[in-house]
């Protein structure tokens, strides 16, 4: 015992001389080394080791995966881990969570027990995978995290310009500070001189999202957004607006004034000459990106070449309130490279969103308007949604997230949906998603939107709530009768339960290829759960072009062996990824669906998601049911919770 431990110490003090030493060995003496070795050593290495012996390996046939994996779980956990089931997506999900915190100093327990090898090696490293840069504005060591991107024969921000493809902006900006032009200056060089073609801003500062706007889409500028801008130099000490940190109630007042008010800002403003005073009246510093651009001297930038505006092709704003709803609004209609809008607010008023329509039908009207996929939440009623597809003819994809919770009875719309008769011209919409919060949801409304709605593709609903004793039976019959392009169909948190003649009904004339019950209560109210759903699964089978289903969350329990027989008899069924999690099946139900699973194994190799069942109540049952499925699955398995325990025992009470 005492050789064996001796041995083992041995080897472990080669494999730590191995990664001190890893420059001076090169990677192909490392990758010469016995294919057992290299998988023990793996986890000695550091993150820029294994990124630069990754290929060579590859080459070999050996994977990094389970090392990335490693690394991912003891950042994120197991739970966000599983997430990336590849290589290459677990590496570069690792590079890109890591490389802000290192480049901004923040310690987390990896990097501290990790903080020597996490270096500039490594941002080079994470630089040359990453496609998505964070911008961290109001960061105490903005000078140096400048420097490290700016520094160098060969820069980072100049590796950044041709990768960065998403940036996100998550602090407010004080244009009147002059240490603000370095975060300004990062965000030029990367919208408008690099590649980057997304923004993500989770700032409630419309001042900063006017700098971000200006002049984006179209040469020209909506006058509103001009005013804003040319008025930035305002007091610090003015009153901070309801979201707009930094401006004054006089400024968001003359923003959306139509009637032309005259308001003095508290100092003048010298946008135009592009340059602002400091409290001595001395020109001090500038906003204007391309006077910024030239100042930077030391960086490669051609001074004598005007800079454009880069385009940016999908824009998502967080805590967009209504100052910054209202800047939003004034640059939409001519946004014309704008190909995706993502809009999120506690609740928007229903004057929000009727501005926001008329803003989106001017640039749908302009003939020059490429927007296609939309996100809106919070809409405060649903009927926007008819008010949101009549607006632009371009929308292909329209994600919805209504709140509108009030107790007792309440009038959802304004007016009743047009009977079928009286439907207007069909949308062109193909994905759509609507999930509601509300006491009572109008399921005429909902059948309506998918009768004008025939190009559906892929259908989410979520959250419909109907009176005692109603039924989405409907809801199904429209499907069936009015959308028969879909592909994908995931309901989730309704009750089917009174509703399977009309899901066999629609199983019997449908392509899908995903579909999804999730928490739909399939057998709350069945007498015969195992009957019930078999009728369900031999009806599933008969879906020839079926590939994912999840049955996920609908206490299927000890009925799960009925699944079984979706891949019995002929047809069996096509379906290559199963979704059985939250079901509360037990280890001894789990042995006896493998044990039939064993008798009709599916054709494929079978993805099994298995996750937050009790597996804790037997944990030997459990492996040995495991075991049966390792042969002709793969699964996902996770470990009970206690908060996962007390969701399922109230879900069946």
């Known amino acids: 015992m005492a050789h064996k431990s001796a041995g083992g110490s041995l080897k472990n003090l080669c494999f730590l001389a191995v990664r ?45 995966y389970s090392r990335w994996l490693a690394i991912l779980e003891d950042l994120r956990g197991r739970d966000y881990a599983i997430k990336f089931p590849t290589e290459d997506e677990a590496k570069q999900e690792v590079l890109t969570w890591l490389f802000p915190s290192v480049l901004y100093g923040y310690r987390n327990p990896y990097i501290i ?20 840069f964070l911008c961290k504005a109001c960061h105490i060591n903005t000078q140096k995290v400048f420097q490290s991107l700016t520094s160098g024969p060969q820069p980072l921000l100049n590796i950044f310009e041709k990768r960065i493809r998403n940036v996100t902006i998550t602090d407010s900006m004080d244009l009147l500070k002059e240490t603000t032009q370095h975060s300004l200056y990062i965000l030029h060089r990367l919208l408008d001189h690099g590649a980057a073609t997304k923004l993500t801003v989770s700032i409630p500062n419309p001042i900063m999202l006017a700098w971000l706007l200006h002049g984006r889409g179209s040469h020209y500028v909506n006058p509103e957004l001009k005013n804003l801008m040319d008025s930035s130099c305002v007091s610090q000490t003015s009153p901070v607006s309801e979201d707009g940190a930094g401006c004054s109630p006089g400024l968001m007042t003359r923003a959306s004034d139509n009637q032309g008010n005259e308001i003095i800002p508290f100092k003048r403003s010298r946008l135009d000459s592009a340059c602002l005073e400091d409290a001595s009246g001395n020109l001090s510093f500038t906003v204007d990106s391309q ?98 597809l009549d607006a632009s003819n371009t929308v292909t994809s329209l994600h919805v997230e209504v709140r509108n919770i009030i107790e007792g009875p309440q009038i959802l719309f304004d007016v009743l949906p047009p009977a079928e008769s009286q439907v207007s011209a069909a949308w062109p919409v193909q994905r759509l998603t609507v999930k509601v ?38 809801l199904l019959t429209t499907l069936s009768e009015f959308n028969h392009s879909l592909r994908t169909l995931i309901l989730e948190d309704m009750k089917l339960s009174n509703c399977l003649p009309e899901i066999l ?28 759903l078999l009728e369900l699964v031999t009806a599933l089978r008969k879906v020839s072009s079926l590939r994912t289903l999840s049955l996920a969350q609908n206490r299927l ?97």
């Open 20 to 64: 001190e030493h890893f420059l001076a060995l090169g990677t192909e003496a490392v990758v010469s080394l016995p294919t057992h070795l290299i998988k023990d050593l793996l986890p000695h290495l550091t993150i820029c080791q294994l990124d630069e012996i990754q290929p060579a390996l590859n080459q070999r046939g050996i994977s990094t």
């Open 113 to 132: 027990k990790n903080l020597s090898n996490l270096n500039t090696s490594f941002l080079w490293a994470a630089a040359k995978c990453i496609q998505h």
């Open 291 to 388: 006077v910024i651009c030239q100042n930077f001297a030391h960086c490669e930038v051609n001074s004598a070449v005007p800079c454009t505006l880069g385009q940016i092709e999908a824009l998502n704003i967080y805590q967009c309130g209504s100052d910054s709803l209202r800047i939003l609004v004034s640059s939409l209609p001519t946004f014309f490279s704008l190909q995706s809008l993502s809009l999120h607010s506690s609740k928007f008023s229903k004057s929000n969103v009727l501005d926001l329509v008329s803003a989106l039908k001017q640039l749908s009207d302009s003939s020059c308007g490429k927007l296609t996929d939309l996100t809106i939440s919070f809409l405060p009623t649903t009927n926007l949604i008819e008010k949101l």
């Open 437 to 474: 919060h509300e006491f009572q949801s109008d399921l005429n409304f909902m059948t309506y939107v998918l009768r004008r709605s025939p190009h559906l593709t892929s259908l989410h609903l979520a959250g419909m709530r109907l009176p005692t004793g109603s039924s989405l039976s409907p």
């Open 505 to 532: 009904n629609l199983l019997r004339n449908c392509k899908l290829e995903e579909l999804r019950f999730d928490d739909c209560r399939l057998l709350e109210t069945c007498s015969n759960k195992e009957q019930t």
């Open 557 to 653: 329990a000890r009925n799960v062996c009925v699944l079984a027989e979706l891949f019995s008899g002929s047809p069996s069924s096509s379906v290559n990824h199963l979704d059985i999690s939250s079901n509360f099946i037990k280890p001894a139900d789990l042995l006896e669906f493998a044990k039939r699973l064993t008798t009709h194994q599916p054709p494929y190799n079978l993805s099994l998601d298995l996750r937050k069942n009790p597996a804790n109540r037997d944990p030997d049952t459990w492996s040995a049911a495991l075991q049966k499925l390792r042969s002709f699955t793969l699964f996902l398995s996770m470990g009970w919770k206690s908060t996962d325990m007390m969701v399922d025992h109230i879900s069946n009470m």
